[in-house]
């Protein structure tokens, strides 16, 4: 099966090295025709996934497949090599992942796709684009607890999901080693989603910070609607010391290519908020 990689960015420039307006523009209709056809490539297959489902039924599991193990090993001498480093370029012990490719991971981001289900419902823009931004809330509800990192696809390694009940599909694909980047295209009836996550990762001492640097984009397929935002920082404290624990930090911006109606919802740092650094502000 041929898998292709619509994931650009849709507001790229693209620079054709043409001296004249008119080769230019050809150059820019012609880049545009063949994103076009991948993209429609790629909701083809996802509707094939949809068909081959028909109406069978999954039973989904409801924990991960295997207890992550656990070792003694001195954590200080390693990680004080790490300092400053990046650490998508640092081979770590085994049993600081869990046992789940990234690949796999990144589909839970889903798991409230219901909400644009309901996106999809209403009749008013500003309801939709709230709803929306409820929805790029949701991917976080699963990181409280789970400090350990999913293992790191290979290269052209795929991971694909249906979800029957919900009347979806999706298709994941590692499209880059170095830097890690994954891109991930689901397909509804009502909806398409696709991101190409990208992220650096910074080890500070006794926290690790990890800075997501890609988009995810939203087309909802009643008036061909275009929106995009990018996730939060998350930091994970007490590296080194003391309990394990995670709290997400910065502002999540929907914006409507057509209308450039925004919806903003702001994640607060411990450091600022207390206590009160899980309450969402928007």
């Known amino acids: 099966m041929n898998r292709c990689n619509p994931f650009r960015d849709s507001n790229a420039s693209i620079n054709s090295g043409e001296t004249t307006s008119m080769s230019s523009n050809q150059t820019n209709s012609d880049e545009a025709s063949q994103f076009s056809s991948r993209e429609d490539e790629i909701e083809v297959e996802v509707r094939s996934l949809l068909r081959a489902a028909g109406g069978r039924r999954r039973q989904r599991r409801s924990t991960l497949p295997a207890a992550r193990e656990r070792q003694s090993f001195s954590l200080w001498s390693f990680a004080k090599s790490l300092i400053g480093r990046d650490l998508t370029r640092i081979t770590m012990p085994v049993h600081f992942n869990e046992p789940l490719s990234f690949t796999q991971r990144i589909c839970e981001d889903l798991e409230y796709a219901e909400i644009l289900q309901k996106a999809h419902e209403c009749e008013s823009r500003l309801d939709r684009i709230a709803h929306i931004a409820a929805f790029a809330s949701s991917c976080f509800t699963s990181a409280e607890g789970r400090f350990w990192k999913p293992f790191n696809p290979l290269l052209g390694e795929t991971f694909e999901m249906i979800r029957e009940d919900q009347r979806y599909a999706v298709v994941c694909e590692q499209v880059c080693h170095h830097p890690p980047v994954t891109a991930m295209h689901c397909e509804s009836e ?93």
Not at 212 to 239: A, C, E, Q
Not at 242 to 262: I, S
């Open 190 to 282: 009502n909806w398409s989603l696709w991101q190409e996550y990208k992220l650096d990762i910074r080890f500070r001492g006794q926290y690790v910070k990890v800075i997501p640097t890609g988009f995810v984009h939203l087309r909802m397929k009643s008036d061909n609607m275009h929106y995009s935002w990018k996730k939060p920082t998350t930091t994970i404290h007490n590296i080194i010391l003391g309990r394990l624990w995670v709290d997400n930090e910065g502002e999540v911006l929907v914006t409507c290519h057509q209308t450039k109606e925004t919806a903003s919802v702001k994640f607060q740092s411990y450091s600022k908020a207390g206590k009160h650094f899980k309450e969402l502000k928007g």
